[in-house]
């Protein structure tokens, strides 16, 4: 099948299906995410060769458009991508519009959508001591009278406590943009996506001490229950600082 530019996701899709060097294709980004697409989203694909395989589907590496994007590998670098990486998110929610391998597609991105027990438990100690670092700094600020300097550091707290709160269900954090979608259909246990996210953007506008502080304590004692009491007793007395008064 000849193909013409500029073209569409539905002829790029049937022209690398009829090539038996490509054994998966995978849909990221919006298009993948029920309900996020507009007028503006493109469609993100992976085209997926076989190793040691040669195409003519190369010559569309790296092919960008407001329409399309194409990413072309091979399974030995889809196997790796994203571990670790920012790209593991999109991974981990991708649609799969073509497997080849009986489900090993499938397979691979169930691992990327899935933190192993021991990475899980070495990113939450360092999320967790990132939050309680910029926590105290804000708090520390505030009391100080460091106004904008207390907020910034709330705000860069969020980012951390959203990998920490992630990782403790060993996934891999969304991108903001997927955030309210990603608690809306696949919540995290034990904490109420809307309480959540009201937090979340009080404490990033506003800093709220008191709401940080309380925040704090169930962030405590959800570290403590997963087993990270080390993180948190070498900050000693500082966090009482943390805590709600």
């Known amino acids: ?45 992976y ?18 458009t407001a329409a399309l994007d194409l990413i072309v590998l091979t399974l030995s670098e889809f196997r790796e991508a994203g571990m670790p990486g920012f790209e593991r ?13 009986d489900g090993g597609i499938a397979q691979i991105l169930a691992a990327k959508a899935r933190l192993d027990a021991d990475e899980a438990f070495r990113d939450a100690d ?21 106004a904008l300097a207390a907020r910034l550091d709330a705000a860069d707290s969020i980012r951390f406590l959203l990998e920490l709160l992630f990782a403790l269900d060993r996934r891999p954090r969304p ?8 608690l809306a259909w696949y919540p995290l246990p034990d904490w109420g996506a809307d309480l959540l996210l009201e937090a ?23 570290a403590r229950g997963a087993g990270h009491d080390a993180v948190l007793d070498a900050w000693g007395e500082d966090l009482m600082l943390m805590r709600p008064q």
């Not at 085209?47 to 790296?62: K, P, S, W």
């Not at 999109?90 to 649609?95: C, G, I, K, S, V």
């Not at 360092?126 to 460091?146: I, Q, T």
């Not at 991108?175 to 990603?182: A, G, Q």
Request: charged content about 25%.
């Open 1 to 45: 099948m000849a193909i013409q530019q500029p073209f569409t996701y539905d002829s790029f899709v049937e022209l690398a299906t009829a090539d038996s060097a490509v054994v998966g294709l995978v849909l990221k980004g919006s298009h993948a995410h029920e309900g996020m697409t507009t007028e503006h989203s493109d469609h993100d694909l």
């Open 175 to 182: 991108y903001n943009k997927y955030l309210e979608w990603e």
């Open 89 to 101: 998110y999109a991974l981990a929610r991708a649609q799969i519009v073509l497997d080849r391998l």
């Open 200 to 222: 979340v953007d009080r404490i990033s506008a506003t800093g709220d001490v008191s709401l940080q502080r309380r925040l704090f304590a169930r962030v405590e004692a959800a």
């Open 126 to 146: 360092g999320w967790l001591d990132a939050y309680a670092n910029s926590l105290y700094r804000s708090v520390k600020n505030d009391r100080d009278g460091h």
């Open 47 to 64: 085209v997926v060769v076989a190793d040691g395989a040669t195409t003519d589907l190369t010559r569309f590496a790296g092919h960008r």
